[in-house]
């Protein structure tokens, strides 16, 4: 790849031709990489404190306990990416999987048609939230999702109070815990959506107008991008993969109820921020989320498997947040000085 730089001699132009060449030390240097080590300490740690982790089955296998959240967090590295976050998530999640539960036990209505309304609430949560951020814009995303995040939730228990309802279907279980071909359908699931989200990300007109946006939304809105359009879409495709979510939590469980999800929106975020999608917008590439998932997620099962309490977990996400927040800000920060020391030369 070639790039060509004009540069102004007085009154002389001359045009210099410099050639990128591949360099190992920047490849390797890149976050993923370290993402990937990260990985492999985990899984190095989680081996050290149980013997019953590194075996094929157990790897396998835990992958169904966590990869349903995991399936929000294509969508939510869209909108950190938009400089926007959605912290209404877990709520989401909740009432889809709620008015699911309720249709197919209480009124009546087939496994089918239950599941397709729970895909069409997740879609209108997210629809809500883009719609109210793009109308009302003197009010911050996190203020609109906040206040959605406590109406979804409050929503679901005005339908089910503190009951739970279940009796779902025997072939409704396949999705928490089918396989095909030996491989969990959910992890195919995963696997799919991840390639689908990198491509819409990385490779189409969609995509870039994305990372404008979160780059500098003033100068695209004035380039023509119809920025309130994208938001909307991406919002509601946020809600999609919550419902999306609610069908695989459901069918893990057997059953339902207004807590579930409980905490999914800190869970999510932490893993996009880890991933290397930068918390100022306009930066990071999918590939680092899908990678952050397994981290937290074989984290979250190694230690589970030796008992240590969701509390111990919590914290531990926290600080792999703080951590991967800080690190990102650092490379923001670099990155502007460096530019500076350009501009000035």
Same mark, same amino acid.
């Given at each position: 790849?070639? +790039?060509?730089?004009?540069?102004?001699?007085?009154?002389?132009? #001359?045009?210099?031709?410099?050639?990128k060449t591949f360099s190992v030390k920047s490849c390797f240097l890149q976050w993923e990489w370290l993402l990937i080590f990260i990985l492999l300490l985990v899984l190095v740690i989680n081996t050290i404190i149980s013997p019953?982790?590194?075996?094929?089955?157990?790897? #396998?296998?835990?992958? &169904?306990? =966590? $990869?349903?959240?995991?399936?929000?967090?294509? %969508? &939510?590295?869209?909108?950190?990416?938009?400089?926007?976050?959605?912290?209404?998530?877990?709520?989401?999640?909740?009432?889809s999987s709620v008015v699911m539960g309720v249709l197919f036990n209480n009124m009546g209505l087939s496994m089918e048609l239950s599941m397709v309304v729970c895909l069409l609430v997740g879609a209108l949560c997210g629809y809500?939230?883009?719609? $109210?951020?793009?109308?009302?814009?003197?009010?911050?995303?996190?203020?609109?999702?906040?206040?959605?995040?406590? $109406?979804?939730?409050?929503?679901?228990?005005? @339908?089910?109070?503190?009951?739970?309802?279940?009796n779902f279907p025997e072939w409704f279980g396949f999705l928490g815990w089918g396989y095909v071909f030996g491989i969990p359908f959910i992890l195919i699931l995963f696997i799919v959506l991840a390639v689908a989200f990198s491509?819409?990300?990385?490779?189409?007109?969609?995509? #870039? +107008?994305?990372?404008?946006?979160?780059?500098? %939304?003033?100068?695209?809105?004035?380039?023509?991008?119809?920025?309130?359009?994208?938001?909307?879409?991406?919002?509601?495709?946020?809600?999609?993969?919550?419902?999306?979510?609610?069908? =695989?939590?459901?069918?893990? &469980?057997?059953?339902?109820?207004?807590?579930?999800?409980?905490?999914?929106?800190?869970?999510?975020?932490?893993? !996009?921020?880890?991933?290397?999608?930068?918390?100022?917008?306009?930066?990071?590439?999918?590939?680092? %989320?899908?990678?952050?998932?397994?981290?937290?997620?074989?984290?979250?099962?190694?230690?589970?498997? @030796?008992?240590?309490?969701? +509390?111990?977990? &919590?914290?531990?996400?926290?600080? $792999?947040?703080? =951590?991967? !927040?800080?690190?990102? #800000?650092?490379?923001?920060?670099?990155?502007?000085?460096?530019?500076?020391?350009?501009?000035?030369?």
């Amino acid at each position: 790849m070639e +790039q060509k730089t004009i540069v102004n001699d007085g009154s002389i132009k #001359r045009e210099i031709l410099n050639k990128k060449t591949f360099s190992v030390k920047s490849c390797f240097l890149q976050w993923e990489w370290l993402l990937i080590f990260i990985l492999l300490l985990v899984l190095v740690i989680n081996t050290i404190i149980s013997p019953f982790f590194l075996t094929g089955a157990s790897l #396998r296998d835990g992958t &169904m306990i =966590f $990869l349903d959240k995991a399936f929000m967090v294509f %969508p &939510m590295a869209l909108v950190i990416i938009l400089r926007d976050i959605d912290i209404s998530v877990g709520s989401t999640v909740a009432l889809s999987s709620v008015v699911m539960g309720v249709l197919f036990n209480n009124m009546g209505l087939s496994m089918e048609l239950s599941m397709v309304v729970c895909l069409l609430v997740g879609a209108l949560c997210g629809y809500i939230n883009g719609l $109210l951020i793009v109308k009302f814009k003197e009010l911050s995303a996190v203020i609109v999702t906040l206040s959605t995040m406590i $109406l979804y939730r409050g929503i679901a228990y005005i @339908i089910l109070e503190n009951q739970a309802v279940g009796n779902f279907p025997e072939w409704f279980g396949f999705l928490g815990w089918g396989y095909v071909f030996g491989i969990p359908f959910i992890l195919i699931l995963f696997i799919v959506l991840a390639v689908a989200f990198s491509l819409l990300l990385h490779k189409t007109t969609f995509g #870039r +107008q994305i990372y404008a946006i979160g780059n500098n %939304p003033v100068a695209s809105r004035y380039s023509g991008v119809k920025i309130d359009k994208i938001k909307i879409i991406v919002f509601t495709l946020t809600g999609l993969m919550a419902g999306i979510t609610a069908l =695989f939590l459901s069918s893990r &469980m057997g059953s339902t109820r207004p807590n579930v999800a409980s905490g999914y929106e800190l869970e999510v975020i932490a893993m !996009v921020a880890l991933g290397g999608i930068s918390t100022a917008g306009g930066k990071g590439k999918m590939l680092g %989320p899908v990678i952050a998932v397994f981290i937290i997620g074989y984290l979250q099962y190694g230690l589970g498997l @030796i008992n240590i309490s969701s +509390q111990t977990l &919590m914290i531990i996400i926290g600080l $792999l947040l703080i =951590f991967s !927040v800080a690190v990102t #800000r650092l490379d923001v920060k670099k990155y502007k000085t460096g530019k500076k020391k350009r501009e000035a030369n």
